[in-house]
C-alpha cells in the first residue's frame, strides 16, 4: 500500500505553518501519523500537501501554570504518561493513556493530533471532555481559547478553520478531595474501545461536591452524562447512589456499527459508568 | 510538485545511507527497497501488526507509520543490526533456544521490540511484558515462548553482566 503523492514541507516554526496553511489547497497536518499514516497508506486520505509538524519548534512540553497543566500540542502520548507532573496532577489521563494503541503507536502519537482525529473512541477525547479541557487554537488572525466542549461539530470533524491549527491544550487541575478513573472496554488492550467511561468525582465529607462523567465511543463525539451528573452532586457516594447514575446509559442513543450493537453499548456504558465512579470514589476517599 | 524526490541520508545501524526517495515512501519501504534491508518485514501496512518495527534513538516505532524523509537525523536500528559478525546476540539465540517463531515473518519486529525493552526495562513485570508484547501480532507461537525468550535472555544478559 503506497500513499498517494503529495508535496511533503517540513517548516520550523509556527508562523511557518500558518503561513502555508493559509496559501495552500487540500493541505493536511501531519503529527504523530500513528491515525493519519494508515489513512494515507489505504488512501483514505489524499491529501496535495502535506505539512510535517514534527520538526516545528514550541509545540511540546507539560507545564502546570495557575491552576492548569499546559501541555503542547505535539508533546508525545508516552511522554504525557511518564510525565511525573501528570501522574501526580492528572493521572485520569496517564490511566487513559495506557490504553491508547500500544507502546510504539504512543512513541509517535501526540496529543494534538489524537484530539484533532477526534476518533470517536479516542480516550484523550472522552479524558479531555471529562476535564473540561480549555484548547488554544492558533490561525493568522491570533490565539483564540476554544472550550473542547464546543470542538466536535461532526463525525472526526473538530471546530477548525483550514488555515487554523491546535497549539496546546490545558487542563484545570481539579481540587484537592477528588478521585478519577478511566474504565474501557475493547476487544483487545490497544484496540479502539467500543466503549470508555471516564469519571471525576469531587467529595466534601460525605457528600459528592462534583461529578463529571464523559463517555467515548458511544457516538458521534464524545458524551457527557450531565443528568446523571446532576443526579450525583449532593448525595452520598453509595452503591445506590452510582448504580441510580449509571442506569441513566439505558436512555443515551448510541451508534450501532459491525463491532457492537446500540444495545449493547448501553448496556456497556452504564457497566463501565458504574465501575469508574466506584473507582473515583474508592481513590477520592484516600 | 507533488512527485518531487527528496536526497537524503538515513542513519541505518551506525551507517550512512544516501537515497533518493519520494515523500511518500515510507522508513518501512525505504528500509527495504532503497537501502537493501529486507529484514524489516512488512505485514499490514498500516500500524496493527508490529512487524515492522525498529528503533528510533532507542524507542520502538512502527516503520509503515513514518516517512522515510521524517527520519533523516534519527539513529535507526534493524534487525540487521543485533548480530556480530555473524554471531547472533543472546536475545536472537534466546529465540532459537525457546521455539519463539516458527514461519518467523513476525520475528524482525518482536526482536526490535524486545531489543528495546532489554535495554530500557530489563525487570520488567511479566504482566508489563505481556503487555508491551500485545503491540506486535503472532500467528504461530501463540506469544508465550516469545516471552520467555525475552525473559531468557534478560537473564543471560544479566548473568554475562555480572560475570
Known amino acids: ?286 | 510538485m507533488s512527485d518531487a524526490m527528496h536526497d537524503l541520508t538515513l542513519t541505518l545501524n551506525g551507517q550512512a545511507h544516501a537515497i533518493r526517495v519520494e515523500a511518500r515512501r515510507t522508513l518501512a519501504d525505504a528500509l527495504r527497497e532503497d537501502c537493501g534491508l529486507t529484514g524489516t518485514h512488512l505485514g499490514c501496512e498500516h500500524g496493527v501488526c508490529g512487524a515492522c518495527t525498529v528503533l528510533m534513538d532507542g524507542q520502538p516505532v512502527r516503520a509503515c507509520l513514518l516517512f522515510a524523509v521524517q527520519a533523516e537525523g534519527r539513529a535507526i536500528r534493524t534487525v540487521e543490526g543485533l548480530a556480530k559478525g555473524g554471531a547472533l546476540n543472546p536475545l536472537q539465540r534466546a529465540f532459537a533456544e525457546n521455539h519463539a517463531l516458527q514461519c518467523g515473518y513476525c520475528t524482525p519486529g518482536f526482536l526490535m521490540l524486545g531489543t528495546a525493552i532489554l535495554e530500557t526495562d530489563p525487570g520488567i513485570s511479566d504482566e508489563a511484558l505481556v503487555e508491551a508484547l500485545s503491540s506486535n501480532l503472532c500467528r504461530c507461537t501463540g506469544y508465550a515462548n516469545i516471552a520467555r525468550a525475552i525473559r531468557a535472555a534478560a537473564d543471560a544478559m544479566s548473568t554475562e553482566g555480572a560475570a
Open chain 1, 1 to 286: 500500500m503506497k500513499p498517494a503523492p503529495f508535496a511533503y514541507h517540513d517548516p520550523r516554526s509556527i508562523e511557518e505553518v500558518l503561513d502555508l496553511l493559509a496559501s495552500l489547497d487540500n493541505a493536511r497536518l501531519l503529527a504523530g501519523g500513528q491515525s493519519l499514516m494508515p489513512m494515507l497508506n489505504m488512501r483514505v486520505a489524499f491529501p496535495d500537501h502535506l505539512i510535517d509538524l514534527n520538526r516545528v519548534e514550541g509545540l511540546t512540553g507539560i507545564m502546570e501554570e495557575g491552576g492548569s497543566i499546559r501541555i503542547g500540542a505535539m508533546t508525545r502520548q508516552r511522554d504525557i504518561e511518564e510525565s511525573e507532573v501528570i501522574r501526580a496532577r492528572l493521572p485520569l489521563l496517564a490511566e487513559a493513556l495506557s490504553h491508547v494503541g500500544h507502546r510504539q503507536t504512543r512513541n509517535r502519537g501526540t496529543i494534538g493530533g489524537s484530539l484533532c482525529n477526534l476518533d470517536p473512541s479516542a480516550e484523550l477525547v472522552a479524558v479531555a471532555t471529562a476535564l473540561d479541557a480549555v484548547l488554544e487554537v492558533q490561525g493568522s488572525a491570533g490565539i483564540r481559547e476554544l472550550s473542547i466542549h464546543d470542538f466536535p461539530v461532526g463525525f472526526m470533524t473538530p471546530a477548525l478553520a483550514p488555515e487554523e491549527m491546535l497549539t496546546a491544550i490545558r487542563l484545570p487541575v481539579p481540587p484537592a478531595g477528588h478521585g478519577t478513573a478511566f474504565t474501557e472496554f475493547a476487544r483487545r488492550h490497544g484496540d479502539y474501545a467500543i466503549v470508555s467511561a471516564a469519571v471525576l468525582l469531587v467529595l466534601e465529607g460525605s457528600r459528592i461536591a462534583r461529578a463529571s462523567l464523559t463517555l467515548g465511543g458511544v457516538g458521534a463525539g464524545p458524551l457527557r452524562l450531565r443528568t446523571a451528573e446532576a443526579m450525583l452532586v449532593g448525595g452520598a457516594p453509595s452503591e445506590a447512589t452510582f448504580g441510580a447514575a449509571a442506569a441513566e446509559c439505558a436512555g443515551i442513543e448510541a451508534m450501532s456499527d459491525p463491532q457492537a450493537p446500540a444495545w449493547y453499548r448501553r448496556r456497556l456504558s452504564a457497566v463501565l459508568t458504574r465501575r469508574a465512579l466506584e473507582t473515583a470514589a474508592a481513590r477520592a476517599a484516600v
